[in-house]
């Protein structure tokens, strides 16, 4: 039910980005709901067991310790650029940027989605401490 919360989150900065695009409240929400969903299967399904899948072969193959890949750094870098390659994306098609301000724009918004993602934790922090 929590993740709703993000969802809503993630839409503030969608319109704030876009607000001259007269779009209504509605279609920022709806890229804001496409953006989480596939947030979540990319980063929180498919993504690991690739990585996963990638460390086994590097360990089995070629004898290579590649454990350093689960590692916050470098699953953080990872996961900003798949984020910044989906909302570059959303920005040239569904709201009609150009190739720089797409650029600009989803580099911006991906901070957007971390910052949201802190604030989230900490909404998840208090109701899950002050329901127990």
Same mark, same amino acid.
């Given at each position: 039910m +929590? +993740?709703?919360s993000l969802v809503f989150m993630f839409t503030l900065p969608l319109f704030l980005f876009n607000i001259r695009k007269n779009k $209504? #409240? #509605?279609d920022h929400l709806l890229a804001s709901f496409e953006f989480n969903a596939f947030s979540i299967l990319i980063n929180s399904v498919l993504f690991p067991i690739i990585i996963l899948m990638? /460390?086994?072969l590097a360990k089995h193959?070629?004898? $290579?310790d590649w454990n350093f890949l689960i590692t916050d750094e470098y699953f953080s870098i990872f996961?900003?650029?798949i984020f /910044? @390659?989906?909302l570059y994306n959303l920005q040239r098609r569904f @709201?009609?940027?150009t190739m720089l301000i797409s650029g600009i724009k989803s580099v911006g918004l991906s901070y957007c989605v #971390? @910052?949201?993602w802190k604030i989230y934790r900490f909404i998840l922090f208090f109701v899950t401490f002050y329901t127990m």
């Open positions: +929590l +993740l709703i $209504l #409240f #509605f990638v /460390i086994n193959v070629f004898n $290579l996961g900003q650029a /910044i @390659y989906f @709201y009609k940027d #971390f @910052y949201s």
